[in-house]
């Protein structure tokens, strides 16, 4: 029918103002299903993720440790960017804890997490402590005693990883246990320094102790027990990646579990250290994945039945196809790759498809042992373990 001239100047507004409103409202709808998306979790697998998370986090906020995948992980891991993680475990450690945290409102008021400022009587320097008790988890008993803005997933980080040296820290803490401890503030990204840490097991019916020192003779500090043996076990030369490291910053499924957890073992050295072959082997591949692994190497020994991996390396000096010694330098370490801080990611997993990951410090082709504090450097440590049960005793 055809539109009388009068009503064509009318009705064409209309028609505009219709497609007008159609397009606002896609516009509209587009744009809050994009908000929907940013804040809720990206992928359904992870929204019962466990605290590691957070830990995770924590230690990219430390740049102490990195993320890495190798070409073996499932497509789209790789690309997780570790923004999209840090909104998911911040979600996540909520929910996971909401129920257990309405439980233990009442004991919220009885519980004293207390952190108090006390000069050491040591060249003047404030020592800091907390005192807390276990409840639901590491993070939420520590972020109860200091707050995020204080550092408190990075204190979580540092302390299970220290601890995971004794025991599942997943499965083995249980409520009530009691960990005390010394620290005090450094500069730079990793902000804080944890001297000493006291942890009471009642499950295992005994009290774990950390102590950090750094002797004369030693390029960096560690931490060791009251009888002066290394927490962190090393690695015989004869084996070892990397053979003078600074600490071992991941150990495999540390802080994360299930198919998407941590592989390998992370040695933090300075870029330039030599790495070694830990057996003897064929060059498989080199440099494959460089975008997030750096520049890399895999090596296969038939031998102990096990593939190496090393990646994030600065320099590789072999090639595919060539034969290696145990022990040959093969590479230098780097900053490679998708990395926060120089170090070495070294890994080892079957050769079969099954592709088990070992960790070194107990995988039976490798030797490992315990370091000790060395006898002329004795007595200034048990002058250090000293200063920090004072200080902790006093707070
Ligand atoms: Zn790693």
């Known amino acids: 029918m055809a539109i009388p001239p009068y009503l064509q100047d009318k009705l064409s507004p209309k028609k505009r103002s219709k497609g007008k409103v159609l397009f606002n409202f896609l516009l509209i709808a587009s744009l809050s299903l994009n908000v929907y998306l940013l ?3 990206l992928n359904p697998d992870l929204t019962l993720a466990p605290e590691n998370w957070s830990i995770e986090v924590a230690e990219a906020e430390a740049t102490e440790i990195s993320q890495e995948t190798d070409s073996v992980q499932s497509p789209g891991q790789e690309d997780t960017p570790v923004q999209a993680v840090t909104a998911i475990s911040e979600a996540t450690s909520t929910e996971t804890d909401s129920e257990k945290i309405t439980e233990d ?7 004293t997490p207390v952190s108090y400022t006390v000069p050491s009587a040591e060249n003047g320097e404030e020592l800091l402590t907390l005192h807390l008790k276990i409840r639901n988890s590491l993070t939420h008993s520590v972020c109860r005693a200091m707050t995020k803005e204080q ?8 302390l299970s990883r220290l601890l995971s040296w004794k025991f599942d820290i997943n499965k083995s803490m249980r409520k009530g246990d009691s960990l005390d401890i010394a620290y005090e503030m450094v500069p730079g990204k990793t902000r804080f320094r944890i001297l000493k840490v006291v942890y009471n097991s009642q499950l295992f019916n005994e009290v774990y102790e950390a102590n950090y020192f750094n002797g004369e003779n030693t390029k960096w500090g560690s931490y060791f027990d009251a009888e002066g043996r290394e927490i962190a076990k090393r690695v015989v030369d004869k084996f070892a990646p990397v053979k003078n490291y600074q600490e071992i910053t991941s150990l495999p499924g540390d802080f994360r579990k299930g198919p998407v957890g941590h592989k390998g073992t992370d040695f933090k050295t300075p870029i330039g250290t030599p790495v070694h072959a830990s057996f003897e082997a064929k060059v498989l591949r080199t440099n494959w994945n460089v975008r997030t692994n750096g520049y890399c190497v895999e090596l296969d020994h038939p031998r102990e039945g096990v593939k190496t991996l090393y990646l994030h390396l600065s320099r590789v000096l072999v090639k595919p196809g060539q034969y290696v010694k145990q022990g040959d330098k093969i590479a230098e370490t780097g900053n490679t ?7 070495l990611h070294y890994e080892i997993k079957s050769r079969d498809q099954k592709k088990i990951v070992y960790n070194p410090f107990n995988f039976k082709h490798i030797k490992s042992y315990y370091n ?5 450097e004795r007595e200034l440590f048990q002058k250090k373990v000293n200063l920090y049960d004072s200080v902790l005793q006093n707070s």
């Not at 550092?151 to 540092?158: E, K, P």
Request: glycine share 6%.
């Open 372 to 376: 000790t504090v060395a006898l002329e």
């Open 337 to 343: 790759g998708r990395t926060f801080a120089p170090h």
């Open 151 to 158: 550092g408190c997933l990075t204190m979580s980080a540092y």
């Open 39 to 41: 804040q809720s979790p």
């Open 105 to 111: 409102v009442s004991s919220q008021l009885q519980a």
